[in-house]
């Protein structure tokens, strides 16, 4: 248990250049508090103990302003920035080394039964408001961008924005880089840029040709 939290401990300083001291990081980081009580949580629920690990789920959303379900499973080193909001299902997987934003949610797409929620793998960045829906597989080192939502599986080494969630780059072979929040390409955006751009030359093209006729005798 020491060495859990000690772990989660490393990971926010890695991840929060705000965080300035391991007393301040227990006090202070609601984020910490709901994957340590999610860990005890998760521990109960997979020995078959009724209503106490979902108590102690609804206890830490109370106190935190986070839902994580006591079925879903978390890797190592797993870090919520802020959290207020976040939910995470029953049936949802995490990796290791994941990032999660405020906002987040990893949810269903209805009443279905069985594997419904989301399986993120290693090194996957969730950004502010994000909602990654239904029983679908995003690969490592995988960037959504804030607002999005994902119905899709997304494959390794890939940046995903947009509603519905769109693919706009892959950095196969790549080195990782931050998700920048600023600096994401808007495909609804450049979709409408096109089709004005188009526009503009058919007009160009019809005015051409009205011209050429007005000019034969």
């Known amino acids: 248990m020491f060495k859990t939290i000690r772990e989660q401990i490393d990971t926010i300083f890695r991840e929060d250049p705000a965080a300035k001291s391991v007393l301040e990081i227990f006090l202070c980081y609601p984020g910490f508090h709901a994957i340590l009580l999610h860990r005890l949580a998760h521990k109960f629920y997979k020995m078959g103990i009724p209503i106490l690990p979902r108590t102690i789920s609804q206890t830490s959303r109370f106190l935190t302003g986070i839902e994580i379900h006591p079925g879903a499973t978390i890797g190592r080193r797993f870090f ?117 751009r188009r526009v503009e030359e058919l007009e160009n093209l019809v005015r051409g040709l009205a011209g050429n006729s007005e000019k034969q005798p």
């Open 80 to 196: 919520i920035d802020h959290g207020m909001g976040v939910v995470i299902g029953e049936t949802a997987e995490i990796g290791d080394d994941c990032l999660l934003y405020q906002g987040v949610t990893l949810g269903g797409t209805g009443k279905e039964r069985g594997k419904r929620h989301p399986t993120l793998g290693n090194h996957v960045v969730v950004g502010t408001g994000a909602k990654v829906l239904g029983s679908i597989k995003v690969g490592d080192h995988v960037r959504i961008g804030a607002g999005s939502v994902v119905l899709k599986p997304v494959p390794d080494h890939s940046t995903v924005v947009g509603i519905p969630g769109k693919i706009v780059r892959s950095r196969a072979g790549e080195e990782d880089e931050p998700l920048e929040h600023g600096k994401l390409p808007d495909p609804q955006g450049q979709a409408v840029d096109d089709l004005a």
